[in-house]
């Protein structure tokens, strides 16, 4: 399985960034996918994720800021941050869930991972 994230880069607070994962060696309409960021010093954490049947799932501190899709089409999947904020400065990584069987909060049900892209939030 190979998870490639794109997207990333410098924006001003209050600014937009659409990041972007593509994937490759799994059967992605009937994966589960996430997006993870970790911030220095902090522990990774679950920003947004979507089920295979398009439910979606999303930290308290993105909601309503950040938007996850799908294109099972294409096998991407994206993140659209808005209203950024020097808290969403991170690296961010899109992941995939290596089943279906766990819901999408469970952090270990997501086995494979992209190498990360780095989303800087100037004040």
């Known amino acids: 399985v190979q998870l490639q994230a794109s997207g990333g880069g410098l924006v001003q607070a209050g600014g937009s960034l659409r990041l972007s994962c593509s994937a490759s060696?799994?059967?992605?309409?009937?994966?589960?996918m996430g997006w993870f960021r970790q911030a220095p010093g902090k522990e990774r954490e679950l920003v947004a994720a979507?089920?295979?049947?398009?439910?979606?799932y999303y930290a308290d501190s993105v909601k309503g800021r950040f938007t996850i899709s799908r294109d099972n089409a294409k096998n991407m999947i994206f993140l659209q941050m808005i209203s950024l904020n020097y808290e969403d400065t991170a690296v961010y990584y899109c992941?995939?869930?290596?089943?279906?069987?766990?819901?999408?909060?469970?952090?270990?049900?997501?086995?494979?991972w992209g190498q990360g892209t780095e989303v800087t939030v100037s004040s």
């Open positions: 992941a995939a869930a290596g089943s279906t069987r766990y819901g999408l909060r469970r952090q270990d049900a997501y086995i494979f």
């Open positions: 060696g799994l059967t992605f309409s009937n994966s589960n």
């Open positions: 979507v089920h295979w049947t398009g439910i979606t």
